[in-house]
């Protein structure tokens, strides 16, 4: 990968949130998810080349702090994220994160950038991306469980990526379901708005739970999911906070990402360490079959994996070549001599480049 501006060695192209929002309004936003997808896509195609592990967690009684690390051996990725369900109740985020490319060979960091809105487009990337291969065909209506931040990205991702032409909401809170019918209505979406789960669900091919609660709720019940359907469960994401009733998992044929931190994470905790799963990278790469009958539950486990981020962080630093949406932050100390450190800090003093 080549940096997309050669400047000085010291100098890092930083995206910020300003700049990331017009860049996403400049590619679109459908676009940019479906450019995302197409990145995740051929990513998990070369699923052995990465080096991978579980985030590392670090949970607190209100939420969770990750880091999630990975590599193809050319390029370093990283992500920091967290996870505050009561947040929002404070006038702050549930999810924020930023992150970093970074070269293999030198270890210079090649980019740097804000990731709370890259998560929200690469998530819905991810799902809409395992609904392809997953979902019922022709799919054409989805409910969407839980509308904050996530809510409209994943709407609009499952429009450009499957199909879909009607979006069911629900939330517990119904100023939330007000912003996404709001922010949907020139979406070329039919957007309905319920007073229920279960009036959400209703007639779906595609149930997606986007919901923020730190416990094992109940979002779906065994009831509420029919024969065909797909379910994109997206909330349940750490030890101690899932959504489904365990009764639909044991109906479901379960896809997970990568199943040493899916079973500590996802919905399948609730179930025993043996229950068998399918890596989703293996339906995409051809290796497994994916939906096999129109009478089958799917369930794609999602907890987000670091692969997912290193490709949106790929796409980006692509995406950002040739315009002006970056800055390049002075990140990386840059003397002279390379052992010079210090005498690079002291001759900072002596010009006067530090009062
Ligand atoms: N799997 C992934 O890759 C991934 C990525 C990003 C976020 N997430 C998770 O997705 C979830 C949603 O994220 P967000 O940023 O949209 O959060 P958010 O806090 O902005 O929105 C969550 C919404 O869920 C609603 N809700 C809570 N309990 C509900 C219930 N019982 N029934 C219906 N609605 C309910 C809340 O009122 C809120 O509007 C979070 O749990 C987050 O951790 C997962």
Same mark, same amino acid.
Not at 18 to 38: F, P
Not at 211 to 228: E, F, P, R, S, Y
């Given at each position: 990968?080549?940096?997309?501006?050669?400047?000085?060695?010291?100098?890092?192209?930083?995206?910020?949130?300003?700049?990331?929002?017009?860049?996403?309004?400049?590619?679109?936003?459908?676009?940019?998810?479906?450019?995302?997808?197409?990145?995740?896509?051929?990513?998990?195609?070369?699923?052995?080349?990465?080096?991978?592990?579980?985030?590392?967690?670090? #949970?607190?009684?209100?939420?969770?702090?990750?880091?999630?690390?990975?590599?193809?051996?050319?390029?370093?990725?990283?992500?920091?994220?967290?996870? #505050?369900?009561?947040? /929002?109740?404070?006038?702050?985020?549930?999810?924020?994160?930023?992150?970093?490319?970074?070269?293999?060979?030198?270890?210079?960091?090649?980019?740097?950038?804000?990731?709370?809105?890259?998560?929200?487009?690469?998530?819905?990337?991810?799902?809409?991306?395992?609904?392809?291969?997953?979902?019922?065909?022709?799919?054409?209506?989805?409910?969407?469980?839980?509308?904050?931040?996530?809510?409209?990205?994943?709407?609009?991702?499952?429009?450009?990526?499957?199909?879909?032409?009607?979006?069911?909401?629900?939330?517990?809170?119904?100023?939330?379901?007000?912003?996404?019918?709001?922010?949907?209505?020139?979406?070329?979406?039919?957007?309905?708005?319920?007073?229920?789960?279960?009036?959400?669900?209703?007639?779906?091919?595609?149930?997606?739970? *986007?919901?923020?609660?730190?416990? *094992?709720?109940?979002?779906?019940?065994?009831?509420?999911?029919?024969?065909?359907? #797909?379910?994109?469960?997206?909330?349940?994401? *750490?030890?101690?906070?899932?959504?489904? #009733?365990?009764?639909?998992?044991?109906?479901?044929?379960?896809?997970?990402?990568?199943?040493?931190?899916?079973?500590?994470?996802?919905?399948?905790?609730?179930?025993?360490?043996?229950?068998?799963?399918?890596?989703?990278?293996?339906?995409?790469?051809?290796?497994?079959?994916?939906? /096999?009958?129109?009478?089958?539950?799917?369930?794609?486990?999602?907890?987000?994996?670091?692969?997912?981020?290193?490709?949106?962080?790929?796409?980006?630093?692509?995406?950002?070549?040739?315009?002006?949406?970056?800055?390049?932050?002075?990140?990386?100390?840059?003397?002279?001599?390379?052992?010079?450190?210090?005498?690079?800090?002291?001759?900072?003093?002596?010009?006067?480049?530090?009062?």
């Amino acid at each position: 990968m080549t940096t997309p501006q050669k400047g000085n060695l010291n100098l890092v192209p930083f995206v910020s949130v300003d700049n990331m929002m017009k860049l996403i309004l400049s590619i679109g936003v459908e676009e940019m998810i479906a450019g995302i997808a197409a990145q995740i896509e051929s990513d998990f195609k070369r699923w052995e080349s990465f080096d991978k592990t579980a985030r590392v967690a670090s #949970h607190s009684k209100e939420g969770v702090i990750e880091l999630m690390p990975t590599s193809d051996g050319e390029v370093y990725g990283f992500k920091y994220v967290n996870g #505050h369900p009561k947040n /929002t109740k404070e006038g702050l985020q549930t999810v924020t994160a930023f992150g970093l490319l970074a070269d293999v060979g030198t270890g210079y960091p090649l980019l740097f950038t804000e990731m709370t809105i890259l998560t929200a487009l690469r998530t819905a990337a991810m799902s809409a991306v395992a609904a392809k291969y997953l979902a019922p065909k022709d799919a054409k209506i989805m409910a969407m469980i839980g509308n904050g931040a996530q809510c409209e990205f994943q709407a609009l991702a499952f429009k450009a990526i499957c199909g879909i032409d009607t979006v069911r909401l629900y939330d517990i809170d119904p100023v939330a379901t007000d912003k996404a019918v709001f922010n949907l209505k020139d979406s070329g979406l039919t957007v309905i708005r319920t007073n229920s789960h279960q009036e959400c669900v209703s007639g779906a091919d595609i149930i997606t739970t *986007c919901t923020a609660d730190k416990q *094992c709720a109940t979002i779906l019940t065994d009831n509420m999911v029919g024969a065909g359907q #797909h379910i994109n469960a997206i909330g349940g994401d *750490c030890p101690g906070k899932t959504e489904l #009733h365990k009764d639909i998992l044991l109906r479901s044929d379960i896809f997970v990402e990568y199943p040493p931190q899916t079973r500590v994470e996802g919905e399948i905790q609730q179930l025993k360490e043996d229950h068998p799963v399918k890596e989703l990278w293996k339906v995409i790469a051809g290796i497994e079959q994916g939906r /096999t009958s129109d009478t089958q539950i799917t369930l794609f486990d999602s907890v987000g994996f670091a692969i997912e981020d290193f490709s949106a962080l790929r796409y980006l630093y692509s995406a950002i070549k040739g315009t002006e949406f970056f800055d390049n932050l002075d990140m990386l100390a840059d003397p002279d001599e390379p052992r010079d450190l210090y005498g690079m800090v002291r001759r900072a003093a002596k010009t006067g480049a530090v009062a």
